[in-house]
């Protein structure tokens, strides 16, 4: 398929995990996957990213630590491990097809992730 397909979202108390998944065809997404949340009434940012090919990924900075991204090659399939969880972390988490290191195409159509108190 052209967009990248989510799954894993949910609801989590505090402290908690939860681990995204994002499949996706190579076809259309040839250099690796990246992972966005947007949160209720914030733009959209980046969270994570990985290639297919080596041990090349990147994390927004504030994320570092608590968030982990993985890849399964033989499924096509991209994971974001979340822990420690925090109210903060709730928002639409959103996977989307790398054509290059930091060049993205399309988006997938998001997984909702509520992080209560």
């Known amino acids: 398929q052209v967009q990248p397909v989510e799954s894993g979202g949910g609801l989590v108390q505090a402290g908690g995990s939860l681990r995204l998944s994002c499949a996706a065809s190579r076809a259309f997404a040839p250099y690796g996957l990246g992972w966005f949340r947007q949160a209720p009434g914030k733009q959209r940012e980046f969270v994570a990213a990985i290639a297919w090919s080596g041990s090349r990924t990147s994390y927004a900075d504030s994320l570092k630590g608590r968030f982990t991204i993985s890849r399964d090659n033989a499924k096509n399939t991209v994971y974001l491990q979340m822990n420690s969880l925090k109210p903060d972390d709730t928002g639409v988490y959103y996977c989307?097809?790398?054509?290059?290191?930091?060049?993205?195409?399309?988006w997938g159509q998001g997984t909702q992730v509520t992080v209560s108190s």
């Open positions: 989307r097809s790398a054509l290059a290191e930091s060049v993205y195409s399309a």
